[in-house]
């Protein structure tokens, strides 16, 4: 054979040993991240089958040889579990153990009843299975990362096809009991896939990951940690630059708000900020944004409206805020807040400009006596 199976046995050893310490230490430096974990261990007990399979190389034991693809079966078995925590943030332990168990006690049978290459050929159909749906999971989830999550599914399917190969074999073979570990075309074929797409897998799950945290990270800098709502950052960098035609800046600002500081506590302010962040946040469109532009002050935008639904849109935010107040202790904390209008009726506007005009009938509401809706002049630019 043009391959040698005890060297790309050895390849693919050492190829699962590091990805698994590499696995390990990046879930040692982020321990929420526990389908790191998953993965990893699911590696070291790859490892483990290969050193089985290495020591049934030199004299066939049909007992190490179970063994060894039971440690196979639940090494996948665990890659599977990391892969439905990478996707949903929680594993379903039932359906892993299900497939896994599956393919275990159906090898176990098979080798009970001497028949070790039914076994040896049952047991590569389940890691296939394991495979397949290790794969179905990242098709799924294609949608967070396209490129990535479907090489991912992609590999794994091929790897799945290598084993069921493996088990083809077999059934080919007529090799219903074994008396050394079966050495042809298709056992050369897995150990090359396994080479491969292990070490493509481990890299590209690695660098999903790695986007992943690059997002969250990027999504922190943009969100308002106390509101959940978008901050200043995050709205200047969707309106970059010009705000359309037909599209009103509202901002609010909370009356008094220092007072309920200094009245009821910091606490107490926290809470009166998130509650009016969810009347905004319950009360916009899908099309609209919502933002924390400030210590009391907020900002929504509205694309697509006309002036009377923009003033209109403000007035009832005004009105229910008014009308609910913030339970504290065994007190109700009464909220009001002062509104300022900007719209842009034809052509398009500067952004900042934008911003600067409804500040300005903002300021108009709160010296005109608060808990009221200041509308800035209607802008109009010929096309």
Not at 290 to 302: D, W, Y
Request: net charge neutral; glycine share 8%.
């Amino acid at each position: 054979m043009f391959f040698d199976q005890v060297t790309l046995l050895l390849a693919v050893g050492v190829a699962c040993g590091a990805l698994c310490a590499t696995l390990f230490g990046a879930w040692i430096g982020s321990r929420r991240d526990t389908f790191l974990f998953n993965w990893s261990l699911g590696l070291g007990s790859i490892v483990l089958g290969i050193v089985l399979i290495s020591v049934v190389g030199h004299n066939y034991d049909p007992l190490l040889h179970m063994a060894s693809f039971t440690a196979l079966l639940m090494g996948f078995g665990f890659i599977y579990a990391g892969s439905i925590q990478f996707r949903l943030g929680q594993t379903r332990w039932t359906a892993v153990w299900i497939a896994t168990g599956l393919g275990v006690l159906s090898t176990a049978s098979a080798f009970a009843l001497g028949l070790s290459g039914v076994g040896a050929a049952v047991a590569n159909l389940g890691i296939a299975l394991l495979l397949m749906l290790t794969g179905w999971q990242y098709w799924v989830g294609r949608a967070e990362g396209p490129i990535v999550m479907v090489a991912d599914a992609v590999l794994y399917v091929i790897t799945a096809i290598s084993f069921a190969l493996c088990a083809l074999a077999i059934g080919l073979e007529r090799k219903w009991t074994l008396t050394e570990l079966p050495i042809n075309w298709a056992e050369a074929i897995n150990s090359i896939v396994v080479l491969i797409g292990l070490v493509s897998i481990g890299a590209l799950s690695l660098a999903a990951n790695q986007a992943r945290i690059s997002h969250f990270h990027r999504m922190e800098a943009l969100t308002d940690p106390l509101t959940k709502l978008p901050n200043r950052r995050a709205l200047m960098e969707r309106y970059s630059s010009t705000a359309r035609a037909h599209t009103a800046a509202i901002l609010f600002d909370l009356d008094h708000f220092k007072s309920i500081n200094d009245s009821y506590g910091h606490a107490a302010g926290d809470l009166v900020l998130c509650h009016f962040a969810e009347i905004l946040s319950t009360r916009i469109r899908v099309s609209d944004v919502a933002a924390r532009v400030g210590g009391e002050e907020f900002c929504v935008i509205l694309p697509n409206v006309d002036l009377k639904m923009a003033v209109k849109f403000a007035e009832h935010i005004r009105m229910k805020t008014e009308e609910k107040t913030v339970a504290w202790v065994n007190e109700q904390i009464a909220v009001t807040v002062s509104v300022g209008v900007a719209y842009t009726a034809k052509g398009e506007e500067n952004f900042n400009t934008l911003l600067e005009r409804a500040d300005q009938a903002l300021y108009k509401a709160k010296t005109g006596g608060r808990n009221r809706v200041g509308s800035d002049s209607i802008h109009l630019v010929s096309q």
